[in-house]
């Protein structure tokens, strides 16, 4: 049978949030400046009283956070969460919105295109939301994205690391 990979709002997945989070603090939770470990607890605790039926184009501190839930088997477990927010935790990139953040994949699944499904499914969200235009940054994932059609907007450089600031085109011109 083949598996079926769907997006879940978090409070429909409770049961599968912790994992994902865990990931989230393991790779970035520490040693940054722009979040820590109780910042990441922060935006899973907040994204659970988002509202996920709309997105309001002028809102502020929106924050939609997704399970990416395989079903195979009869048998349900995360594989990766994504995130479309309206706010930006540079300064330096405030301007913009809205952001694809807080994608991440399990470690063991990571190349296995479980990663561009999920960002596919995501921008599809994005869509139906009204969304046109989508930013993310990166560190190191710049080809991963610019494959997926996200061109390089801005670079940023803080504390020997180089940022990415890409923007995607969800609606052709």
Excluded at 20 to 46: H, M, Q, T
Aim: net charge negative; hydrophobic share 40%; glycine share 6%.
């Amino acid at each position: 049978m083949k598996s079926k990979i769907t997006l879940i709002p978090i409070p429909s997945a409770k049961e599968f949030a912790d994992q994902p989070l865990d990931w989230s603090i393991k790779l970035w939770g520490e040693g940054k400046e722009e979040f820590s470990a109780d910042d990441w607890r922060k935006f899973y605790k907040n994204a659970m009283s988002s509202n996920y039926n709309s997105w309001n184009l002028l809102g502020v501190d929106q924050e939609h956070l997704f399970m990416a839930i395989r079903e195979e088997d009869d048998k349900s477990e995360v594989v990766a969460s994504i995130a479309i927010c309206d706010f930006d935790d540079f300064e330096e990139f405030r301007q913009y919105k809205p952001w694809i953040a807080a994608f991440i994949v399990r470690e063991d699944l990571r190349g296995s295109g479980i990663g561009s499904q999920v960002l596919k499914l995501a921008e599809e969200k994005a869509i139906k939301y009204g969304i046109t235009k989508i930013y993310l940054w990166t560190e190191g994932e710049r080809e991963f994205y610019g494959k997926r059609g996200y061109v390089l907007l801005q670079q940023l450089s803080r504390q020997n690391r180089e940022i990415d600031l890409m923007v995607k085109n969800l609606i052709a011109d």
